[in-house]
Structures are given as C-alpha cells and as structure tokens.
C-alpha cells in the first residue's frame, strides 16, 4: 500500500494539472446510554457528547481519481459527572486509475485509530511477583484495511471485481493469553483477505453471479483462522421496484485454537451458507417512498472473545423512507441466533435501530438516532444483557465546493 499510492500521485503529475472537489461537515450530538459492559459507573444512565469534524476532498483528471477522507471524533465522556475526553480518528485514502477502456484499478487504506469508542478497557495487569500494582490501558485500538483491487466492466453484461489485502483489528495491548470472563477483552486479529465478485445479466431482469470471500486471521491469544467461502448466486428484477436476491455455497477452512494449559487439537470447517433477500415499496401515499427489505442469512459466525467458529442464522427487517433534501427516516430489526451445541448454543441478540435526519436548511439538518440490544452472549454473563442509547445531534455540511 505504501508504494502504490506514490505510483498514482505520480501518474496524476504526469496526467496534468487535476481539479479538486472538496466538502466539509460538523456534527454535535449528545447522547444517553446505559453503560458498557466493562465501564466503571456510578448511575445506570450515563450522558455523553460527541463532536465529529470531518473533511473530504477529491483530486480527478480524465483517467485518475484521489480520494481524501479524515474524520476525528472528539467523545467528552459522561459529561456532568466524570468528564474525560477521549479522541477517535478515521483516515481514508483511495486512488483509481483507469488503465484502459473499462478496466481499473485502484488502491486503498482506511484506518480507525484512538480509544475505543463508548468503552473502558481498563483491565488490572499482575507484576512478575503476582501482585497487581498497575493498569494496561487496554482502550486504545486500531482497525485498518488495506487493499488493492481492479474492476473489470468493458465485458458487454459483466462485471468482474478483485480486491485483497490486509486486516488489522484489535487493542494495541492486546493479551496473549485467554482472560477470565469476567475481563470481557478480546484477542486482536491480523491477517489478509481476499474478495471477488463477477456478475452476469442475462437479460433485464435475471442476474446471475458468483461471491467468494477469503481470510486467513491470526488472534493474539496463538488461535488461527482460516476460512474461505463461496456462493453462486441469482438477481430477479420482478418489478422496476420489487428485486430478490437468492445465494447458496459453501464454507470450507480450519481453526488452531486458542493457548491453554492443555493443547487442543486443530478443527476442520465445513458449513453450508445461504442468503435470501426481498426489497419492495411500501404503499405510503402516491409514490410510495417507503422501501421495505426482508433478509435471511445462515453463515459462519466468529465469536470475539472464544475465537470458535459456528453456524448462525441471521434476519432482518427494515424500513427506508427518503424525502427531498436528504431527508430520511430508517428502522432496522434484526434477530440472530447461534446453531450449535456447547456453550454458546444459546449466543444471538435482538436489535432495533433508528435514525431520523430532518433537513433544516440547505446545509444543516437535525439527526436523531437510538438503538436497543438485547445480548445473549453466555459465555461473558450468565444472564442476557440489555443496553440502549438515544442520541439528538445537528449536522452542519458544506459541499460542492470546486477548485
């Protein structure tokens, strides 16, 4: 990642003098929450307010297109109580380049850097004689994806996509060996991936393709993971506003499991996998603004804190209504349920979500969002855990801007 991006600022030198489009935004909000599940509070509603910058901007020739994203977000942690401020940082970088007549490629990074956010990872670390007289500050984390890719679109009908890479996903102290439960901290993960898409329409409404995803993850507690899983699939159009969407295969890897005192032996996967979804209008009104999308997923899940991989059936409800302006309402059900034996057969979560952003001027609007959970997660609480937040914040946006 390092060298291509060079390579394209480059070719963009080479290519002449780019134009530059640019857009910045401001958002404020204040949210009430429960506290999280390793949190030290004194009340069981906490208030906290979120300040996030961010600023965009594009550089673009005829063949060449940089993309530039930073976004920190500034978290002032229970903010009439115990106020602490706390700073997470997005960076995104993409490049393309077109090559040749529908052929391109393109290179990218994006990377969350700071404490993690709504959490405290504060966890006691022991000193060579047992005793603990210090603190790891466990909080700060990375998540990064670096990529390479290309889009092949000139095959009349067809599209073709490749892209890999690495994956970074954890604390920076992360441990090295398993925690008790009650620490709720989670190994890191490292390692690549790599994703292809091709797509065929037979005709208007018949789309027929094929997915394959790929990783090869190691955790920090000496556990490995590697899966790759691939479905055919197929896309009916059965209305300009109705489409479905059907996708079955197959998810063939390995694991090593985690350090312990006694040796475990290496497990084979074998899953199958499939996916159905529907998106049609709901009748609201004349014109029928509301969009409403079933989904049913059985997959692989990877448990963050035992590393064991099971099936989980998983399904979703939801519901879009956008209006001029940018205005727009959602709401999300989604239900997930493990299948499996041992200890983790009664492991899912219940979840309800919803966002509302109401324009008030041309560059400003109002966003209100707020989610509830119900987390069935045994093997870090004998009991189901309930947490929820409600957040009120106004977004102010310049965009457009042209150099």
Excluded: C
Excluded at 148 to 172: E, K, Q
Excluded at 204 to 224: C, I, K, M, N, P
């Amino acid at each position: 990642m390092a060298t291509v991006l060079p390579l394209l600022v480059t070719s963009m030198v080479l290519a002449g003098s780019p134009a530059m489009r640019y857009s910045s935004q401001l958002r404020a909000e204040t949210v009430v929450r429960t506290p999280n599940l390793t949190e030290t509070a004194d009340r069981s509603v906490i208030q906290d307010l979120v300040i996030t910058p961010r600023g965009q901007v594009i550089f673009y020739t005829p063949r060449l297109e940089l993309k530039a994203i930073l976004e920190p977000q500034l978290l002032l942690r229970r903010t009439f109580t115990e106020p602490t401020l706390e700073i997470l940082t997005f960076l995104f970088l993409r490049g393309e380049y077109q090559l040749a007549r529908g052929f391109k490629v393109w290179a990218m990074e994006a990377t969350t850097y700071g404490a993690f956010p709504f959490e405290d990872f504060r966890v006691p670390a022991p000193t060579n004689g047992g005793q603990t007289a210090r603190l790891l500050d466990t909080g700060q984390y990375i998540y990064s994806e670096n990529m390479v890719g290309f889009d092949i679109t000139g095959i009349r009908r067809t599209y073709i996509g490749v892209m890999g890479g690495l994956v970074i996903n954890g604390l920076l102290d992360a441990p090295t060996t398993v925690r008790p439960r009650e620490e709720k901290v989670t190994p890191s993960q490292i390692g690549p991936e790599v994703r292809a898409f091709a797509f065929h329409s037979l005709t208007r409404r018949l789309v027929l393709g094929a997915e394959l995803y790929g990783r090869d993850v190691h955790f920090s507690t000496d556990a490995r993971l590697s899966l790759l899983q691939t479905s055919p699939l197929v896309q009916y159009q059965f209305h300009p506003l109705i489409s479905g969407r059907l996708a079955l295969g197959m998810a063939v890897g390995e694991r090593r499991p985690q350090s312990t005192v006694l040796p475990l032996p290496t497990m084979s996967i074998l899953h199958p996998i499939g996916e159905a979804a529907l998106t049609t209008p709901v009748p609201v009104g004349y014109h029928w603004p509301v969009k409403a999308k079933l989904s049913l997923k059985y997959a692989p899940f990877v448990d963050a804190y035992s590393t064991l991989v099971f099936p989980r059936v998983e399904s979703g409800f939801g519901f879009e209504w956008v209006g001029r302006r940018k205005a727009q309402v959602n709401l999300d059900l989604a239900v997930a349920q493990a299948i499996t034996s041992g200890f983790h057969r009664r492991d899912g979560e219940e979840r309800v979500a919803v966002k509302v952003q109401w324009p008030l001027t041309r560059s400003s609007a109002v966003v209100a969002s707020g989610r509830f959970l119900r987390l069935r997660e045994f093997l870090i609480d004998d009991d189901p855990i309930y947490k929820w937040f409600l957040g009120v914040g106004l977004v102010i946006r310049q965009e457009n801007g042209r150099l």
